[in-house]
């Protein structure tokens, strides 16, 4: 998992994006409800953020509000979450949820070894 950009997009979709650097000094709570959180939590400190992370089940479905408790200036999540938050008016019109895009990353070799694996051919 990488960034895709480097920015964070408002997720009621009002707005312009804006560069995570500019979040800066701001209090940021990252909420991922995904298989491996800690991914998204350390993509996003390595882009220079201070977080306070909320790790939420994978497949959480936001039935209840996870951010109606959170103090925070931004809460950033991963678009997958964004996918089930817009469908909800009182999770969708918060101000302070904002979308980090993300880019999965396979590695090379691996990648090699798929196609091989497609193609029939052995893979050692």
Same mark, same amino acid.
């Given at each position: 998992? !990488? +960034? #895709? *950009? ?6 009621? @979709?009002? $707005?312009? &994006?804006?560069?995570?650097? !500019? +979040? #800066? *000094? ?6 991922? @409800?995904? $298989?491996? &959180? ?18 939420? &089940? ?67």
């Amino acid at each position: 998992m !990488e +960034l #895709a *950009g480097e920015f964070a997009e408002p997720l009621s @979709g009002g $707005g312009h &994006p804006v560069a995570l650097r !500019e +979040l #800066a *000094g701001k209090r940021i709570v990252a909420v991922a @409800g995904i $298989g491996n &959180p800690s991914r998204f939590f350390s993509m996003l400190k390595r882009a220079g953020l201070e977080i306070e992370e909320l790790p939420l &089940p994978d497949h959480y479905d936001f039935s209840v509000n996870p951010f109606a408790a959170i103090t925070a200036d931004v809460i950033l999540i991963t678009e997958k979450d964004a996918v089930k938050c817009t469908r909800i008016d009182t999770i969708n019109n918060d101000p302070r949820i904002w979308v980090v895009p993300v880019t999965a990353r396979i590695d090379s070799a691996l990648a090699k070894r798929i196609v091989e694996k497609c193609r029939g051919r052995p893979t050692a």
